[in-house]
C-alpha cells in the first residue's frame, strides 16, 4: 500500500487526511475511496478538469501525463508544473502529498 497525504482542504477535508491506496489506483479513486469527495464531472473519463489536483512530493513517481490530459490541464484552475487530474494520475509506490486547489473551472457542483 501506498500513503497518500491530502493537504487540508477548506471544504472536502478541512483537517488533511492521510490514506493509503493500492499501487495502480488513481488518486481520485483513493481519495472516494476514503470519504474525500473530490470533484469528478466527467465520471473520470478525462474529458472535464474538476478532479484536477497538484501533488507536492511523489510526482515524478507517476507516469507521465498523455496528450489528452495536457490538453484539459491546460484549461485547469491554478495551473503548476505539478498539476495533475487525479483521475488519471496513477499512484505507484512512493508517498505522495496532494493538494486539491481551491477553485475549479466547473460551473455546476456535482454535489448534491
Known amino acids: 500500500m501506498t500513503r497518500i497525504v491530502f493537504l487540508p482542504h477548506d471544504e472536502l477535508c478541512p483537517e488533511g487526511a492521510v490514506i493509503e491506496a493500492e499501487p495502480g489506483t488513481s488518486i481520485c479513486d483513493a481519495a472516494l475511496a476514503n470519504g474525500i469527495e473530490i ?6 473519463s478525462c474529458a472535464c478538469t474538476t ?30 508544473p505539478e498539476s495533475r487530474l487525479s483521475c488519471q494520475a496513477i499512484v505507484a509506490d512512493t508517498e505522495l502529498v496532494v493538494e486539491i486547489p481551491k477553485y475549479t473551472i466547473n460551473q455546476v457542483s456535482e454535489r448534491h
Open 39 to 44: 470533484e469528478h464531472a466527467c465520471e473520470k
Open 51 to 80: 478532479c484536477h489536483v497538484l501533488v507536492r512530493d511523489g510526482f515524478d513517481s507517476m507516469e507521465e501525463t498523455d496528450e489528452l490530459e495536457d490538453d484539459l490541464l491546460d484549461k485547469a484552475w491554478g495551473l503548476e
